[in-house]
């Protein structure tokens, strides 16, 4: 879910391109078209990113609104606290999820915000995929809107392929969902259309793929955290448009073209690092920074991955349309349970040669964080991979401590590169 | 009828003695560390001094503050919010929220016509938002606190504090020092953001004229300042202010009394 | 103002020499103290015993006797199920004052629910030894994490996380549910060493049936009388619901409801109150007799909620299916299943079932679930005018001055003019 | 060639500085308050032990900055986090340190290491302030008493009370109900200590706790809690009168390190 903001500085004018420059433009598009001034208007969905049916709704001619990517950006360009005391001002506790807070006070507000007027929606479609405050989020938002909820029950997966009772259950609620699309619009379900709309989200899901895999090179060409943020946008948000799948050729043409020149993250990469964690959005670039004054590039990270679970394999398949859907519903990363999400990082971990871990704990968001403690105990003991555990908050800057972050970060680098000095492998000095 | 209410505080004890429940006979104050008990004595004392009656002419000792339970030959105890509330009234009858700051906890509350609590709401997880953390600015800072009003009034440019906790929040004020942010700017900081906490709390509870300032906090202009700036209002205050919550349960008190009086009966409470 | 009260909860005394390990309670394999238990204030007493001891006196005790104990998380499973293959569904609700927790702060993180942490420390220091499964339910995100930690950490115990259903409106929501609850017994039937039999089911489903309707009529009696039984009295009886076997409780809570019922005490001028959230983490008996002290009548809340979900399921069919059908039907509106009618709406008619002058939110520290709904509740509230204080709580917390503060000023606002 | 060696660490609360000699011997250190104006507190904690050591500023061969001031010690050579510091401070100390446990003003840290006094693991507190040397001076200020004096008296109590705030500034209206309750202030003090040693040692589970244990920082100059904290872990730690310096200590070796011919 990457919308950062056009007005931030490029790490390296060489690295950061085209694709960079193609995905300001994308994101710029996507708002001023959410305009609610403009005619004709078209009927708004709000939906989230893990488990979205983006597809059905746009096969109907919704507009998506995912209020995640809203409160995201808002974050990065530093405007998320003022919603965030709005809502607590409405009575949301300081330990209530950043991204509810950040758009229930926006909402509160009447949407304004610096990229663009959110509409309000007409239709709440709740993917209850991998995250409890979904449901409770929804509920919040249809008791303000009084707009139709659509809760999609997206079951929790505990083994590594989906049951088929998992399936049939999903599907018999795709069509119910199906219906009331039909019933709303008076349109009626055009299943061309949406193998049509799934054609095209495979052949950006292909893309996007091709782009997180470039991590497996040595050095890696990419930035599979900082960098992906940026590039989660069209995937997530854009799905299913040919913008979308267009927007990956690009990328993968700058990806390698910068193996071809040589062009890399850093000058260095001295540490392989993989991510696993929701971003502090608000503090961005500062936390960018910390990794790349140690030549750490992250070549592997799991928050990209909460859209799909591309890069392993998924695709949409426009010959089974509503079997494809459910199967995708249910691959968000946070809907796979502890004992599958440690598989993935385990494959990770082999798969693209890491050196060590970053968790990055939200103070505020318990679906991703409740557990990662252990994550890292198991990592250092069962793996043996140097794993460091920090925490803030993606929304909420007054849970960013620099000074403290900076502080592990640092002796966490420290210790490593000595390590290496030390094992007589590649030798560092302290920056 | 004179009534004493004392108000038995994390940090200072208050009191005030009221005749037939209008008139202020005196205020005095005492700090107060740990057990309040003797401190709050001796403010009765002072008191009774002050009024210049004798001991055992006070009909009737209503306590409230943090220590309320403490005094045992209290005739009725009440909240803090309900007697600041009470007291609040007293001082400007047109008040409808009020603002508590004291040592340890800010507290807000809506009020009726008749000073009665509609709403309520305190700083419960963090203590940065309250005088106590003043207290310890002014020791870090080395700003007597008295001065510190006056010193934050001369700021130009607020330096505001981000961090939550108030261990966290010294540090980051120690930082701001160091990077040469002038103190005036740092000393607004604090109060500002002692003020939106505040009005993070007062929204809660719905923001509605007049808006009356009570508490420890009053004495500082500084932070008068700063909430009248944050929240875009007027705010009362006067000098009695301070012991808002000991005169609200003089007055409560008085009122108890009268009722015992015109009808005797079961007393409960 | 205090409320006649049969309760010595914890003295100052008490509390100073808990300092040294955990006190442990025996109980005897046919648990002859419950069933013998002559009068509500005996049974609350041992209640109370076997709730200072973290170490589940009463699994123990079933184990003694040979069986095999299924450690439940709140807020929802199907004991019936549990219980119709001849094991004791045991809820699992916290570790209690006396659990100090230092391990599970590493493994789950910082910002989260007690009931969450103390559940894990007591897996990490060996205080479930006397469970031989567990289940938790897909109540939040911490519940469900919690499942995947066990799988590690106790890889030698099955731990199944149930997805509870949340699309209540879809035609296939109890057919999934069938199929889930399939999954459960599986592993369960492992556990138990034999496979269900649907003639065990249906006097389960009898039993469990028997224990909700006593369950509902205490609740019915405490809010028509409350003066005549405290919210300790009637939380105690429940919570050892959760831990007797089910054929031990449902007798002993019948003498404790012709006891409660024989009371004629005299009512006091108290406010009368609604408690809405404590529905997974339970707070202190402290917390709760200081809200009945401080002058409250509680005529409504979620405590217990395991035994309250639908009166009964309905007979004949499949039993599966109609236990599956229950849940989906149930009229529940709590923070941790998708409200079928608004909040608005069911908050509102919580307070006019009770007859209440207020609502307390009374939430688990961390407890997102409850921290969220509570804005929608409130905003219903002040559209009518009716008063509500919120409170967070913690499993463990030794002072109450500032619960003390709030309940005390809640109380004056509604009784002062 | 080898040179004398300076450590300065810049923590949140004081300022300390060690002066290693050519053979590893302490020439001078110094402790020190930290003001509001960081860059002089530096120069000025070394101007000290520099004092102590009778040496002058030309002496010193190599300065290593370490604490969260660290980059304000702009006369130094390099910087070195205060976790590499203690490792290397304690090892250098009690060479069979497996597990460093730090206590500072505001951070209390649990580092494991290797024995060559390499970091291998560490943690450190992170919800809040809880639990750290402020923590302490906070509800000893509470109870009217300077931080000095609450570890011996804590070790005086009779029934030591429970103190269950997770938060510094509310575990400070904890102790001031106690108080007002009529309680000992020593079983208030006990029960503190035996808190703070509970959160430490959840810290210290997390890197793994293996002996030998060494407790560093300025809170380890308090015997209440080496005693409360080696009672809940169930066995001896390693203390010394140095251990608040170790974090300077650690930073003059990492520096005799960078000494050519100077790694060892
Ligand atoms: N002259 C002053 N200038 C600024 N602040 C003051 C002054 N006097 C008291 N205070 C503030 O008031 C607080 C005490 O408030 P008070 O209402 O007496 O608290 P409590 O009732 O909890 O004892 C102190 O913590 C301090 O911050
Ligand atoms: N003699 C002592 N007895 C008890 N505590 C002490 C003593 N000296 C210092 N402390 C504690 O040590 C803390 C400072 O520790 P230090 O390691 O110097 O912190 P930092 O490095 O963060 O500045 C103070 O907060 C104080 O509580
Ligand atoms: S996954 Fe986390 S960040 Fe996303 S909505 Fe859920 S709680 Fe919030
Ligand atoms: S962050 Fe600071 S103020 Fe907040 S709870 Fe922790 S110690 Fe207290
Ligand atoms: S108390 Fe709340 S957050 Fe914790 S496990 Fe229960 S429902 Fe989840």
Partial sequence: ?????????????????????????????????????????????????????????????????????????????????????????????????????????????????????????????CSFSGCYVYVKWWEALAESYGAPLFLFDVPYMREESPRKEDIDYLVSQLWEFIRLLEKRTGRSFDMNELKRVLAESRRAEEGWAEFLQAGRLRPSPIEAYFESIFYMFPINVLRGTPEAADFYRVVNEEVRTRVREGILPLPQEKFRVLVEGVPPYTNYRMFWDFFRKWGAVSVVATYPKVGGLFDRGFRHDPSRPLESIAEYSLGAYVNQSWPLRRQIIADYVREYQVDATVIHGIKSCRSFTAGQGDLRDWLIHERGVPTLYIESDHQDPRYFAPAQIKNRMDAFFESLEHHRATAGASPGSPP | MITAGLDLGAGTVKGALLEDGERILALASRPSRGVPVTSARAVLDELEEGANIAPGEVDYLCTTGFGRYAIPERHLQVSDFTSSARGARFLFPRTRLVVDIGSQATRTMAVSETGKVLKFKMNEKCAAGAGRFVERCSKYLQVPLDEMGPRALESAHPKLISSVCAVLAETEIINNVAEGVPLSDILMGVFLSLAQRAHSLMRYVGIQPEVTLVGGLVRSNGMVKALRDTIGMEVNISADSYYAAALGAAILGHARLRKLRTAPGPSGG | MTVPTLLQIRTDAALDKEENGLPRVELAPDFREFRDAGSVAEMVRRTQ????????????????????????????????????????????????????????????????????????????????????????????????????????????????????????????????????????????????????????????????????????????????????????????????????????????????????????????????????????????????????????????????????????????????????????????????????????????????????????????????????????????????????????????????????????????????? | MKGIVAGVDIGSTTAKCVILGEDGQILGKSLSAVGVDIVKDAEKALEAALTDARLARSDVSFITGTGYGRYKVYFGQLVVTEISCHARGAHFLFPKTRLVVDIGGQDTKAIRIDEKGDVVDFAMNDKCAAGTGRFLEVCANALGYDVGEIGPLSLAAQRPLKVTSTCTVFAESEVTSYLSRGKDPKDILAGLHSSIANRTLSLMQRVGVEPEITFTGGVSQNEGMVRALSRRVGSPVNVSPLSQFLGALGAALHGRERLPGGAS
């Fill in chain 1, 1 to 125: 879910m990457g919308t950062p903001t056009p007005s931030s500085a490029t790490p390296s004018a060489a690295f950061l391109r085209d694709a960079r420059a193609l995905q300001r433009k994308l994101v710029e598009e996507y708002y001023a078209g959410l305009d609610p001034a403009r005619t004709p208007r078209r009927p708004v969905a709000y939906m989230l990113v893990g488990g979205n049916l983006a597809e059905i709704v746009r096969s109907f001619g919704y507009e998506v609104v995912f209020p995640e990517i809203v409160a995201l950006t808002c974050a990065i360009k530093h405007q998320s606290l003022d919603n965030i005391l709005h809502a607590e001002s409405l009575g949301y506790g300081l330990d209530v999820c950043g991204y509810v807070k950040s758009d229930l006070g926006l909402q509160d507000r009447g949407g304004e915000t610096s990229f663009g007027r959110i509409p309000r929606p007409d239709l709440l479609v």
């Fill in chain 3, 49 to 417: 015993e076997v709730l200072a001891d973290p170490t589940f006196p009463t699994a123990r005790a079933w184990r003694d006797g040979g069986g095999k104990a299924v450690g439940c998380f709140p807020v929802y499973t199907p004991q019936e199920l549990v219980h119709a293959l001849g094991l004791l569904p045991v809820a699992l609700q916290g570790g209690g004052e006396n659990l100090e927790i230092s391990r599970a702060d590493a493994s789950l993180g910082s910002f989260l629910c007690s009931i969450s942490k103390s559940t894990l420390e007591m897996a990490l220091t060996g205080l479930l030894d006397p469970f031989d499964a567990f289940v938790f339910p897909y109540i939040c995100d911490v519940s469900r994490n919690l499942d995947g930690i066990f799988s590690r950490i106790l890889p030698d115990r099955p731990s199944h996380m149930l997805h509870l259903p949340q699309n209540f409106a879809s035609e296939s929501t109890v057919r999934f549910l069938v199929a889930e609850y399939r999954s459960l017994l599986k592993k369960l039937e492992k556990v138990a060493g034999r496979s269900l039999r649907a003639a065990d089911l249906a006097a389960s489903l009898a039993l469990f049936g028997e224990q909700r309707l006593l369950a509902g009529q205490l609740a019915a009696l405490k809010r028509e009388r409350p003066w005549d039984v405290s919210l300790v009295e009637s939380y105690l009886l429940l919570r050892l619901g959760g831990l007797l076997p089910r054929e031990v409780h449902v007798p002993l809570l019948r003498r404790a409801l012709d006891e409660l019922r024989g009371r004629n005490q005299k009512a006091k001028d108290a406010v009368r109150v609604v408690l809405v959230g404590p529905f997974c983490e339970q707070p202190t008996l402290e917390l709760l007799q200081l809200i009945e002290d401080v002058g409250c009548y509680v005529v409504g809340e979620e405590l217990q909620m395991l035994h309250r979900w639908y009166p009964r399921v309905e007979p004949g069919g499949d039993p599966l299916e109609s236990l599956a059908a229950a849940y989906v039907r149930a009229p529940v509106d709590i923070g941790v299943r998708s409200t079928p009618t608004t909040k608005a709406a069911a908050i509102l008619a919580r307070v006019r079932e009770g007859d209440a002058q207020g609502v307390i939110f009374l939430t688990a520290k961390f407890c997102e679930p409850a921290l969220e709904d509570v804005v929608l509740y409130r905003r219903a509230l002040e559209a009518k005018g009716i008063p509500y204080l919120h409170l967070e709580f913690e499993e463990k917390s030794t002072t109450y001055e500032q619960a003390r503060l709030q309940l005390e000023t809640f109380v004056e606002s509604i009784l002062f003019d």
